[in-house]
């Protein structure tokens, strides 16, 4: 009869682990590798680093692909996907196994008067607390992929503004070489003229002085695009800068479209937008709090084998926690204090976001029109001073002096110009990180202006 007892027992234990595989007959969970919307997957084999010319348009595809941070990104969705289906799996079932009634003396020695208990529980979930996790989860998984977005969008502004800063670099580069140039030149006509008698001995030293500080002037330009590269390249993970150069349109800016709903156009912002959902995400909190403050129920059922008679019986058991002191009113106040919150930080999220575009946009709208004025003002006022110092010059009205006054003048102008076309370039893709997008400019004749070629390109050539 022992045989008959350990056999159910056998059965039993095989049918309780047999409820705990899951529904698709794997021990584990299955999770399917997705990556965030709006991205491939990650190339594990590596890449090719950009050997020629890069666009902004190559830049962009590299640094959402293989920037290194938002390749973290797709392990956090798993992770994510695997806390939801572990959310939906119901509670295990319970086995017990109870023995009475051996091991005593006279009669109850041994185990021929015992008795055992063999029964498996069941615990139910009550007030809907499966779906409620479900539900929970899926919205962290929501805020995973909107924190992807807000990545992304910091990459691909980063990766503008370490593009802008390369084409700069590459034109102050360009005018640092100019200028050295001319710097020799200047040099060789005045050495000429001071063997001649023209010109004071003094003037050849002014001369070679400048000779000098151009010399510098392009050795820091060098340098300063060799960091600007390296720091591009970094946007996508690259350790070393292996293109050879960047080429885009630097100098074709045209002014911002007012934005006639400064709340509206930060709406498409993920920094925003996700507060909707980590709202819902909180009020699904509160009503997991309140269903947990029902009871589940165990009910369990089984077989009870008497040794001495020979004899079995069924028995049933339902075991119900009473609520008497715990009612989770604990969890329930925190998930309601918490909702309060969310619905306060999204507020200041909003304040904050309009505060930093109106402040992005003012600069964008400064660089814009300091761009303008010294392209269409500035530029071509200091070329012609030069130019008109350069030939008095050489017909003997100026002397060296004046000549290095407005060649100085001219290239700071020129390296201004410049470095105000960053700042448009840098402070649109600011704008664009906080609108969630493109922006537009505004339909301007001025604006159609804008990409006529830029001024300081234009060649000093000798003097």
């Not at 022992?2 to 021990?27: E, F, K």
């Not at 293109?243 to 912002?269: H, K, Q, T, W």
Request: hydrophobic fraction near 40%; charged fraction near 25%; charge should be negative.
């Amino acid at each position: 009869m022992r045989r008959n007892t350990y056999m159910l027992l056998l059965w039993i234990v095989l049918v309780a682990y047999g409820g705990c595989r899951g529904a698709d007959g794997s021990s584990g969970p299955h999770v399917v590798a997705s990556t965030p919307p709006g991205r491939a997957a990650p190339n594990e084999m590596g890449f090719v680093e950009p050997d020629g010319a890069v666009t902004l348009r190559d830049v962009l595809a590299l640094a959402v692909l293989q920037n290194p941070e938002l390749r973290t990104y797709p392990y956090d969705l798993r992770a994510a996907e695997a806390r939801v289906l572990q959310a939906g799996l119901r509670p295990n079932p319970e086995l017990e196994i109870e023995v009475e009634e051996f091991a005593g003396s006279d009669e109850r020695r041994g185990f021929d008067a015992a008795e055992t208990t063999v029964q498996i529980g069941q615990p139910i979930e009550l007030g809907g607390k499966r779906d409620k996790r479900v539900r929970l989860a899926s919205l962290d998984k929501e805020l995973v992929q909107w924190d992807y977005e807000s990545a992304r969008l910091d990459v691909m502004r980063d990766a503008r503004q370490a593009f802008a800063a390369v084409l700069a670099a590459q034109d102050r580069v360009a005018l640092a070489a100019r200028l050295l140039d001319l710097s020799r030149h200047a040099h060789a006509t005045v050495a000429q003229r001071v063997e001649a008698g023209k010109d004071s001995p003094v003037d050849e030293l002014r001369a070679g002085v400048v000779l000098s500080k151009s010399r510098i002037e392009l050795q820091k330009a060098q340098r300063a695009l060799t960091v600007a590269r390296h720091n591009l390249a970094a946007t996508w993970g690259g350790q070393t800068a292996t293109f050879e150069r960047a080429m885009g349109d630097f100098y074709e800016v045209s002014p911002l479209a007012p934005l006639a709903d400064a709340a509206a156009a930060i709406a498409a912002n993920p920094d925003v937008a996700r507060w909707e959902t980590q709202e819902q995400r909180q009020r699904a909190a509160l009503r997991l709090e309140k269903a947990r403050a029902a009871p589940d129920v165990v009910i369990g059922g089984g077989v009870q084998r008497f040794e001495q008679t020979d004899d079995s019986a069924l028995v049933f058991g339902l075991a119900v926690p009473i609520p008497l002191f715990d009612r989770n009113q604990g969890g329930i106040r925190q998930a309601i204090a918490d909702l309060g919150k969310t619905r306060r930080q999204y507020e200041a999220v909003q304040v904050r976001t309009l505060a930093v575009l109106s402040e992005a946009t003012g600069a964008l709208a400064a660089a814009y029109d300091e761009v303008t004025i010294l392209r269409d003002d500035v530029l071509p006022r200091a070329q012609q001073a030069f130019e008109a110092a350069r030939e008095g010059y050489q017909q003997g009205k100026f002397d060296y002096l004046y000549v290095l006054d407005t060649q100085r003048t001219l290239f700071e102008t020129q390296a201004q110009y410049i470095d105000s076309v960053e700042a448009w370039h840098k402070a649109q893709a600011v704008v664009e990180r906080l609108v969630g997008g493109t922006v537009r400019a505004a339909d301007t004749d001025h604006a159609s202006n804008s990409s006529q070629e830029d001024p300081s390109r234009e060649d000093s050539n000798e003097q």
